[in-house]
């Protein structure tokens, strides 16, 4: 029972957050915030996050994997339902603008130092209930709960959030309330025994064996949320759309990429039982493919197709990049390790707008090449992890040098 509810818990942790990122932004100037103070709020809480994940996985190594969760989801659940109470204050004339401002940023941050141990601990659950084989299709579950969870978000503000955001918020926190619930319930410690008190925080990682996946992660999300920043652009300054009309094709095409990704790790990936480095080797392949697509069609048709197959091309090549990692740490180092790649999944995605932003200013088209550009730098860390007698990989099952 324990994976079925911490999948639940994590689609309503990932349907939380990306409510939030994309009703905040709008409702923001309904309030009478600058875009960039509603920027400073997101920018701000996400840097948090990313800050206390290192830190949540030694706890999740200390404490267990329960008690970490419980927490980060509890306070998903409560953020929309103080939210909402704020927004709901703030309507009725009893706070300001600027109140309401500083008090959603508390609200914020605060819960972004509580759930910042949910993806760590969630990935030592996963590493703990799967065998080296069956790893790639534990974390795909991670992945796709999070793609699920974003889709469910995209689809609540769409039918409600743009006519009763209190109300959509309201729901969210119900929703997470109910899986919270559930996981309190039924969730059980999986973390192994130790074998003496505080040796986990003396062995240090085995970096070696880690930072091909680490510069993996960074790599990936920086050409995922790049793309995020410059699709609606594209589609407005080459196709002649509007911005209403760009940002709903938009919206769309980044739907198609999610829920590609959504199918692929969470069907495929758990039902093909390739090895991670197989995952890794064809999702490269697929992605440069794809974002070469992106990068040379005139036609908007041929990038929704190129969008669909990275999104595939993602779906093979993140789980199996998660796999490689957590066989790589250890069965003891799993919390930690997450936390690291926690933090620089942060990273990239705070890259990635920036500089998907910046070359879109030089040509609409830059940033798609140089998307193409850093796949393919992913799609030559992935073959000299594969190659005999590469740094580390879990190659046709078998864990790589040193890592056994």
Known sequence: ???????????????????????????????????????????LSAFALMLVAPLWGRVCERRGRRPVLLVGLLAA????????????????GAVSALWLFGAVLLLRLVQALMSGGVMPAAQAVLADLTSAE?????????????GLGTILGGALAWRIGGHDVVSAFLLVGAVAGVAWLLLAWRLVETAPARPSAGEQDVAPLPW????????????????????????????QDLHGLTAGGSIARAGLLM????????????LLVRRLRWSPAWLLRSGA???????????????PRWLALGMALLGAGF????????????LGAGPLAQARVAGVNVMVQ?????????????????????PYWAAVVLMTLVGLVVLRMCAPGGVAMAADGVVGEGAR
Do not use: C, K
């Open 315 to 326: 779906g093979l090549l993140l789980p199996g990049n998660l796999a490689g990692l957590s």
């Open 285 to 299: 392949l697929l992605a440069l493919g794809a974002l070469t697509l992106t990068a040379l069609t005139p036609d």
């Open 134 to 146: 069956r790893r790639a299709g534990g974390m795909g579950l991670m992945g796709a709960a999070f």
């Open 77 to 92: 659940a409560l953020f929309p339902l103080g939210f909402a109470l704020l927004v709901e204050l703030w309507r009725g």
């Open 208 to 235: 070696r064996r880690l930072w091909p996946h680490l510069l993996i992660t960074l790599l990936g999300l920086s050409i995922y949320s790049l793309l995020q920043q410059v699709t609606a652009l594209r589609l």
């Open 346 to 366: 942060g990273l990239g995605m705070a890259l990635g707008p920036v500089s998907g932003a910046a070359l879109h200013q030089l040509d609409p088209l830059a």
């Open 1 to 43: 029972m324990t994976t079925p509810v911490l999948f639940l818990g994590l689609v309503a942790n990932a349907l939380a957050h990306a409510s939030l990122l994309i009703m905040l932004p709008a409702l923001g100037r309904e309030i009478g915030w600058s875009d960039l103070q509603t920027g400073v709020l997101l920018s």
């Open 255 to 266: 739907m198609s990429t999610m829920a590609a990704m959504v199918l692929v790790q969470g």
